[in-house]
């Protein structure tokens, strides 16, 4: 897996939006961006993912820029639950294991 | 969705003895079982892949003899800890792989003490 590069931490006040930057200008044509999230003291949870057009679901959505060398993960309106590690994966899908860097801890407030 | 449940959530033993850990898929097929483990403020770390029917693969560092791994079944993977130190103390989290729709999940961990 290609490398990814996130900022170590981020606040952000509950009900404002959250946006959580990473690089991987190493990526490869076939990779995509995945995001996974885990609070404290739990397993690893699915967000989104990508490969290069925009991506929304009902948890977040997913900016990946035209050269594909960065994205953004946008929670829209951030809650006290949303306090956790996000993880910026990149992985060609399939049979394959993911890699995890140290990701960004990101404090949500009130 | 699908759902994997992994267990016990947490273990506390003596040093010296033996925990295993299950974990399921409850309504899918898990042709291979990722399984990670966490030391406290760090990432996941890799251990060992194992896919149903064959020997495991250890990760670089990993013992094999002491992380016994059993994937007899398409819904079953068993991690042990065999002979348990101070040092092994650790989040433990499963990742089945779902082969008919390329989805990997994850379980809720399982928190290992060894005292």
């Known amino acids: 897996d290609a490398k990814t590069t996130q900022p170590t931490s981020m606040d952000c006040a509950e009900g404002r939006a959250a946006n959580l930057p990473c690089n991987h200008s190493?990526?490869?044509?076939?990779?995509?961006v995945y995001w996974y999230r885990q609070i404290h003291s739990q397993g690893p949870q699915y967000i989104i993912h990508?490969?290069?057009n925009n991506e929304t679901n009902e948890m977040a959505s997913l900016i990946i820029t035209e050269d594909r060398k960065s994205s953004t993960l946008i929670l829209p309106h951030a809650t006290l639950r949303d306090t956790a590690v996000y993880y910026c994966?990149?992985?060609?899908?399939?049979?394959?294991?993911?890699?995890f860097g140290k990701g960004t801890m990101l404090l949500v407030s009130p | 969705g699908a759902v994997v449940s992994q267990h016990p959530s947490w273990v506390i033993c003596k040093s010296g003895t033996s925990v295993k850990i299950e974990c399921r898929s409850l309504?899918?097929?898990?042709?291979?079982m990722f399984w990670y483990r966490q030391f406290p403020k760090q990432s996941l770390m890799l251990m060992a892949t194992?896919?149903?029917?064959?020997?495991?693969?250890?990760e670089q560092g990993v013992e094999k003899d002491k992380f016994l791994i059993n994937h007899a079944s398409l819904t079953l993977s068993t991690l042990t800890v065999t002979s348990a130190h101070p040092e092994d103390s650790s989040f433990y989290i499963c990742?089945?792989?779902?082969?008919?729709?390329?989805?990997?999940?994850f379980g809720e961990g399982s928190r290992l003490t060894v005292l």
């Open positions: 190493t990526i490869s044509g076939n990779e995509y």
């Open positions: 990508g490969l290069k």
């Open positions: 309504d899918f097929q898990a042709t291979t």
């Open positions: 990742s089945p792989y779902r082969v008919d729709t390329g989805e990997l999940f």
């Open positions: 194992s896919n149903e029917g064959s020997k495991a693969t250890y």
């Open positions: 994966i990149v992985r060609v899908p399939g049979y394959s294991t993911l890699t």
